[in-house]
């Protein structure tokens, strides 16, 4: 299971139940291309300058795809364009 949360509590349908094919140590299974897929769920539902806390599970990191940074900056982007096209409602592209 992956959830996200603060002291405020679960972020609202953010929990990702995972569910494993083999018994053992679950990382082997988890891998970073199912938890960015989840993340990127997640980050909509975000409040703005939320702050993200992650320990260093092996799936948290993916291998740096080519332009990474450059996407990530144009979601990043197209999210501000959006909160403030929308009256400070959140729309991810």
């Not at 599970?57 to 940074?69: F, L, Q, T």
Request: proline share 3%; charged share 35%; net charge positive.
């Amino acid at each position: 299971m992956t959830h996200i949360g603060s002291k405020e509590g679960f972020v609202r349908d953010a929990a990702d139940i995972f569910i494993r094919k083999k018994s053992g140590d679950y990382h082997e299974e988890m891998d970073g291309n199912h938890f960015e897929k989840w993340f990127e769920t997640v980050m909509p539902k975000l409040k703005p300058q939320s702050i993200i806390v992650m320990d260093n599970a092996p799936y948290h990191s993916v291998k740096k795809r080519e332009n990474s940074n450059k996407l990530l900056e144009k979601k990043c982007n197209s999210r501000v364009v959006d909160r403030k096209e929308n009256d400070g409602e959140s729309r991810f592209n």
